[in-house]
């Protein structure tokens, strides 16, 4: 499995924290709460028809996705971000979905990760 399909990239994650197993937890913990914060934000978002909230959080959210290596929850992030939940609940619904999944994946990852 490529670096790009891994649920997250460990390697491009030690750019940024030198390979430091605490640093990496750390860090991924932080992630891992972020992620459930705004995934689970996302469907009020949506009921709230708010746009610019949705813009707001899915671009926080692929943003962080890309800084910890999630690439593949970042790729979903950025497809969402696009979209106007106001103007498109069926796309937006389908992205909560994706993300939700996608997230799960990483955090599933995380939490194997932190256990060893």
């Known amino acids: 499995m490529s670096s790009r399909q891994c649920a997250v990239d460990l390697a491009h994650l030690a750019r940024y924290t030198g390979g430091d197993d605490a640093i990496n937890a750390e860090v991924?913990?932080?992630f891992d709460t972020q992620t459930s914060e705004i995934v689970d934000?996302?469907?009020a978002i949506l009921d709230a028809r708010d746009a610019k909230s949705w813009r707001e959080a899915t671009h926080t959210l692929k943003g962080a996705a890309r800084g910890v290596g999630a690439f593949m929850l970042a790729d979903a992030a950025a497809f969402a971000e696009p979209i106007d939940p106001v103007k498109d609940?069926?796309?937006?619904?389908i992205a909560i979905k994706a993300l939700k999944m996608t997230a799960s994946s990483v955090q599933s990852f995380i939490k194997s990760y932190l256990k060893d």
């Open 41 to 43: 934000r996302l469907q």
């Open 89 to 93: 609940r069926g796309n937006a619904s």
């Open 28 to 30: 991924l913990r932080l």
